[in-house]
């Protein structure tokens, strides 16, 4: 049955304290579909959410880690926690990733492709993550292709005040601290944490290369972020929310060995990588409680450094300030509509991107972007509901961009299921770098346009009574087919002996999920998905690279007893094909062929006292040595023991 829900019960949904079972869709409440709270039953997009809870139960204290085992993502990394992380969606690029923080635009504007690094972050002050897997440019904008990854911060407790910390020691002399509380009194509200993570790391160059050293690769994190407002009357409201993130990691070279060709161990090369946001906020909210309108505006600081030996050799600086104007409507009734939920609003942005590297001409750059997009949600019938959005982002270089979703999800009752489809086109704005970069062997294109995506999926969600209890087993699946246009890729002219950006890229990406959990007992629950990706270079028919064809995770919780939890996660990762390394690291194709993997992570929870628990985590507990990235070592097993304080 649908429920209705009202602007101030979207506080209390996301801050709600979940059961140990995962929340079932009709009781869902997400911001990140319609750009306003919104049932997950009623969306016609493909979102998952991982919460507070879920990412305690798993001890996950990376964005890499909590990404892993999401269904629809392939998550690659080159090396330990604070390595470059890529994310593909649905065989799309990661650079068609969108990663918000609380809805502010996180990707890099001085990265080469503008994509953010997943693998850079911590998410101790994670309150949930919201995946949407699908283009959602209509809401977002650019590079919105393949989804929407939304972090969504701890908030104050709904009243009164409390603390919470957690402090572990592991492998690789790994150790993770972190603390932080909220308080809610009268009209005021805080909430802030503090995290800090250091390990020596572990040798990236594989045992299988001959010119592994042993040199180990360590990193380092420290986050820290606040957020809360004031209240200073039934109608308005301000709000404010502040983020700094440092860290660092050292990495190997892929220009090494005896014959400086090789991929090798290098003790000398250090990356340093740092992100300050922070946002201020004016909210009315009408006292008949239908309709909130936010005016924000803030910055989004980024900085990439690069060092050999202690020297730097690159430096990458980006900026983005912006305002946005986002309002939300939810009438009681609009004409013949149920329960509609109206959004729309304006946002502005001013980038600027600043590199100095090796071997580009350094580059300073700017550009303005002003765009305005609405959202409708409403039910046609009880059972009926279809949502709709629209989007208008005009660009200071090459102009208007348009996009568009619309969707439907129908409810059939007496089987207990949901049919849904929709069909979206996206884009991705070319990089400030894609475009006035230069080098002796690169020449600038300012005159790049977008890329841009259409995306079509349908797929079902049921629920089974089974001995006796309401939807014991719950399965579903999605099929969805993509098309990506005018791809920037690099263009060599042998003749001239340069080469630049151009738009001559296509990629088809088709493919299904599905999943089925059972949920015997209270106390227990197993969940399986399955993600089939065929993701094709369209000219050419060659597969893309890093995605592979085939993936499954099992995931197992149960509670023993009251005071005890356990969580078992079971990943396989299928061939794929890669740019790989022969045994003495030289290189071999751009092509090959790299094997499957699979790895197994245990998690168990004990509480020792009334908020106090003991936290054991194994991640790799067969210690299967793999190559996420070709010529780069997985993790090998890693033993964690901790203490964690509840709020």
Known sequence: MKAQISLAALAIALSAAPSFAEDQPEDTVVVTGVRAPSLLERLPATLDVIDRAELDLKNQNTLVEALSAAPGLAVVQSGPAGSTASVFVRGSNSKHILALYNGIRLNDVSASNGAFNFGSDLVGDA????????PLSSLYGSDAVGGVINILPRRAPESGSELYGEASVGEFNTYHALIGGGVREGRFNLAATAEYQDSDGYDVTPDRISTRTGDLD?????????????????????????????????????????????????????????????????????????????????????????????????????????????????????????????????????????SDT??????????????????????????????????????????????????????????????????????????????????????????????????????????????????????????????????????????????????VGEADLQGYEAFAEWTPIDQASVRVDYTHT????????????????????????????????????WRSVGARTDVTYDDDGFYVSGSGAVPSYETVDLTGVLDVRDRLQL??????????AYEPVAGFAGAPRAVTLGLRVRP
């Open 127 to 134: 309150g949930r993550i919201e995946l949407v897997r699908g």
């Open 218 to 354: 360590p990193s380092q994190f420290t986050v820290f972020s606040a957020n809360g407002g004031f209240v200073f009357n039934d109608m308005f409201s301000v709000e404010a929310l502040i983020r700094h993130r440092e860290s660092e990691v050292d990495f190997d070279t892929f220009s090494g060995g005896p014959t400086g060709f090789q991929r090798a161990d290098d003790t000398d090369l250090r990356s340093e990588d740092s992100q300050t946001l922070w946002s201020l906020g004016l909210v009315y909210s009408r006292p008949t409680n239908d309709f909130e309108s936010r005016l924000r505006a803030g910055r989004v600081k980024m900085s990439l450094d690069s060092f050999n030996d202690g020297a730097a050799t690159d430096a990458y600086d980006g900026a983005r300030d912006f305002v946005q104007w986002s309002n939300v409507w939810t009438p009681d009734s609009l004409s013949a509509l149920i329960e509609p939920v109206i959004s729309f609003g304006v946002d502005f942005q001013d980038e600027e991107a600043q």
């Open 358 to 503: 090796a071997f580009n001409a350094p580059l300073s750059v700017s550009e303005d972007l002003w765009s305005a997009y609405a959202a409708v949600q409403a039910g046609l019938t009880a059972r009926f509901d279809v949502t709709g959005s629209i989007r208008l982002d005009d660009y200071e270089a090459f102009g208007d961009q348009t996009t568009y979703n619309l969707g439907a999800v129908y409810r059939l009752d007496m089987l207990n299921t949901r049919l849904r489809a929709s069909y979206g086109t996206s884009f991705k704005a070319p990089s400030l770098s894609e475009r006035f970069s230069s080098s002796a062997f690169v020449a600038a294109n300012p005159d790049l346009q977008p890329e841009e995506g259409e995306t079509f999926e349908i797929g079902f969600d049921s629920a089974l009574d089974l001995a006796g209890r309401e939807d014991a087993l719950r399965f579903g699946a999605v099929w969805y087919d993509s098309a990506i246009e005018d791809l920037i890729e690099y263009v060599y002219d042998g003749a001239l002996f340069i080469g630049q950006n151009r738009n």
């Open 534 to 569: 065929d993701a094709t270079n369209a000219s050419t028919g060659a597969p893309l690279l890093r995605r592979p064809e085939d993936s499954w995770a099992v995931t197992g919780t149960w509670r023993p007893i009251e005071i005890a939890s356990l969580s078992a996660t």
């Open 615 to 624: 936290v054991l985590g194994v991640r790799n507990l067969f210690d299967e």
